[in-house]
């Protein structure tokens, strides 16, 4: 396959689901009414960060793809956080179970760490390249947790 092919589907299958999953969980939701904790960024500021991070996601995948070092345990791990970081989406937006959006999102802290972990065992950029994403899920979760707390 291309290396252009690789990137580019690397890079659009994260960035559709979130865009898919956003479009879908943004209706009804409350999040601009809710009481947020000290730093809580702006609301347009979401989006942004997260097609970033989706991008650098992607990227990061592709790179294991086209180097040759992608394999079963990667590809899981990969396909899994994606999973609970879109799931989050739809427990935190659309059902409101901002406990449970907690606890969940502490599962994606441990899955992207063990991503991280994985990738860099692989080929060591790739797993760099994840690290704002655990930087930002960090940040998101105490973003979470103080919403729930100031929200009860």
Known sequence: MSKLKVYGISILIPLIAGAVIGLLTMPGSDFEVLSK???????????IVW???YTLMGISY???VQKGKDSIEARFIY??????NLLWSVFFFSLKWRLFSFIWILLLLLSVAAMIYV??????????????????VAFASYLNLGIYILNR
């Open 119 to 136: 990738f860099y065992k692989r080929y060591k950029p790739s797993g760099l390249l994840q690290i704002p994403y655990l930087g930002w």
């Open 79 to 84: 396909f899994f956080q994606l999973g609970v």
């Open 37 to 47: 904790p000290a730093l809580s960024p702006p609301g347009i500021l979401f989006p």
């Open 51 to 53: 097609s970033i991070l």
């Open 62 to 64: 592709g790179m294991l």
